[in-house]
């Protein structure tokens, strides 16, 4: 089945400190990571919203930037959606690195299998990204403000809903600098390169 993956990445690490995309982990910048986690993707358009500040080069996506990331998460995925051209897409957060590329096929599998237009990952009480959304539910998300995902639209129409089950590790996102702690502690779990 034909998605486009958008990455969000045009955060503004208030919590974190400094740029915690560009946090040099074992080596590499944390976004690095995500990006080689989620290269294995089938998805066949792939876009990133980075604010200005954010930029870190890549190849195979188209780039947008968010020129008012202040404004929230709402509007890089408004500024996305007005590029999107499948029926279905998966956003994924760019501080989420244990998220795979293998999973959201998986996921994207599922929801179509199930006939369902909306998808969130779960573990226990947990619903985080990565979310899906078919194009049906863009006009809600283009109805969002400030930073508010959409997960207050697949909330309200769960019979919609694909929600799919992963180890809670994966949904683990970095926020503030004592986040990286466990980075250490489980990333030879989700990080194969």
Do not use: W
Request: hydrophobic residues 40%; glycine residues 6%.
């Amino acid at each position: 089945m034909k998605y486009t993956l958008v990455i969000l990445a045009s955060g503004l690490s208030r919590r974190f400190g400094s740029n915690k995309l560009f946090y040099n982990f074992l080596g590499m910048p944390l976004i690095e990571y995500t990006l080689k986690n989620l290269d294995e993707s089938s998805a066949d358009e792939r876009i990133i919203v980075f604010n200005e500040l954010n930029y870190y080069k890549v190849n195979g996506y188209k780039v947008i930037f968010n020129k008012e990331p202040e404004l929230g998460i709402s509007k890089s995925i408004k500024l996305s959606i007005e590029s999107i051209s499948n029926d279905l897409s998966v956003f994924a957060l760019a501080d989420m690195p244990f998220v795979t590329g293998k999973m959201i096929d998986s996921f994207v599998n599922e929801i179509h299998q199930n006939k369902k237009h909306l998808g969130m990952f779960f573990c226990d009480n947990l619903y985080a990204p990565p979310s899906a959304f078919s194009r049906e539910y863009f006009n809600d998300l283009m109805s969002l403000n400030g930073d508010h995902g959409g997960k207050s639209i697949i909330m309200s129409n769960k019979n919609d809903a694909f929600f799919y089950k992963v180890k809670c590790d994966v949904l683990y996102d970095i926020d503030k600098i004592e986040d990286v702690e466990k980075l250490h502690r489980v990333y030879r779990k989700y990080i194969k390169f």
